[in-house]
Nanobody
Framework: QVQLVESGGGLVQAGGSLRLSCAASGSIGSINLMGWYRQTPGNQRELVAT???????NYADSVKGRFTISRDNTKNTVYLQMNSLKPEDTSVYYC?????????WGQGTKVTVSS
């Protein structure tokens, strides 16, 4: 069984920063693509950023230049550094990972950006 556990969400003022973490645990053989998605009530879950096992990254246009995704393969952990946060970044952020060729999601961590 594989679990993804997120941490680092919270309340921050516009212009501030937060760092999200997502650690994979359990019977892990290999972790390929890891990423962050977000979802607000009534809307579809949308991609924020992804990173391959070799470090290639992809970002949504709305976060380019402000967010940075990274990973520590020795800790089975992916990070999302969020800078210059805007009220429209308010959402529940979910970690997603392909582990042992299976797709897993975290439980979500809430980020609230006040104006």
């Amino acid at each position: 069984q594989v679990q993804l556990v997120e941490s680092g969400g919270g309340l921050v003022q516009a212009g501030g920063s937060l760092r999200l973490s997502c650690a994979a645990s359990g019977s892990i053989g290999s972790i390929n693509l890891m990423g962050w998605y977000r979802q607000t009530p009534g809307n579809q879950r949308e991609l924020v950023a992804t990173i391959t096992s070799s470090g290639n990254t992809n970002y949504a246009d709305s976060v380019k230049g402000r967010f940075t995704i990274s990973r520590d393969n020795t800790k089975n952990t992916v990070y999302l550094q969020m800078n210059s946060l805007k009220p429209e970044d308010t959402s529940v952020y979910y970690c997603r990972a392909v582990v042992n060729r299976g797709l897993y999601w975290g439980q979500g961590t809430k980020v609230t950006v006040s104006s």
